[in-house]
C-alpha cells in the first residue's frame, strides 16, 4: 500500500470488528449492536455502507457464500493493508475530543420551561434507562471475567458500568435540585407584559 487513505471514524470501528472475526454483514451488525455499539452506535446502513467503501479500497476482502435456504452472503476479512491502517490508526492517531449529543442534557437545561409532571418523567425514564445500561455492561463485564483475550473488551465494558452509574449517581444528587427550582418557577408571579 502506497499512501494510507482517508477513513471516517465509522469505517475504522467497522474495519476493527471486521479484524476480530470475519463476518458477512448482518453479523457483523449483530457483533456491533452487542459490543463496540454499546459505545459508539452503528447502524446497519453505517455498516453496510463502510464495508463497501472498506472493500473498494482493499482494506477488506469478500468471499461469497453459498447458502441453501438463504441468498449467497458476502464474508468479509481483513487483508494485510487493511490490518496496516487499522494499527497505524491505533497507533498514531489522535483520540481527540470525546464530544456527546445528549437530548436528555439538553431539555435539562431548559428545564425552567417544563412542567413538574414532565421534569419528573424525564429523570424517572433517564434513571431507568442509566439503571437498565448499568446492568446490562455489567454482565458482560462478567460474562468476560475468565476470558483472558477478552481483556480490552472487558476494560470498555468496565468504563461503561462506571459511566451509568456516574450517571445514576447525578440523578440522585441533581433530582432535588431539579425539583426545588420548578417548584419555584410555579411559585414565581406571571411577567406582566
Given amino acids: 500500500m502506497t499512501a494510507c487513505p482517508r477513513l471516517s471514524q ?11 472475526r470475519p463476518a458477512a454483514g448482518h453479523e457483523l451488525a449483530g457483533f456491533a449492536q452487542r459490543s463496540v455499539g454499546q ?28 447458502q441453501e435456504r438463504f441468498p449467497t452472503k458476502l464474508l468479509y476479512e481483513v487483508t494485510d493493508d487493511g490490518d496496516d491502517v487499522l494499527r497505524k490508526w491505533l497507533e498514531e492517531a489522535p483520540v481527540g475530543h470525546d464530544r456527546q449529543r445528549n437530548l436528555f442534557l439538553v431539555r435539562i437545561f431548559f428545564g425552567d420551561r417544563m412542567s413538574a409532571g414532565r421534569l419528573e418523567e424525564l429523570l424517572d425514564d433517564y434513571e431507568t434507562a442509566a439503571r437498565a445500561r448499568r446492568d446490562h455492561l455489567s454482565e458482560i463485564v462478567e460474562r468476560l471475567a475468565d476470558r483472558p483475550q477478552a481483556a480490552y473488551r472487558r476494560a470498555a465494558a468496565m468504563f461503561g458500568v462506571r459511566r451509568e452509574q456516574a450517571a445514576l449517581d447525578w440523578v440522585i444528587d441533581a433530582r ?15 411577567p406582566q407584559c
Fill in 10 to 20: 465509522t469505517a475504522y470501528v467497522v474495519l476493527g470488528l471486521v479484524s476480530i
Fill in 39 to 66: 459505545i459508539f452506535p452503528l447502524t446497519r446502513s453505517h455498516i453496510y455502507t463502510e464495508l463497501a467503501h472498506l472493500r473498494q479500497l482493499g482494506l477488506l476482502s469478500a468471499t461469497e457464500v453459498v
Fill in 176 to 190: 432535588p435540585l431539579l425539583v426545588e427550582a420548578v417548584t419555584a418557577n410555579l411559585a414565581a408571579p406571571e
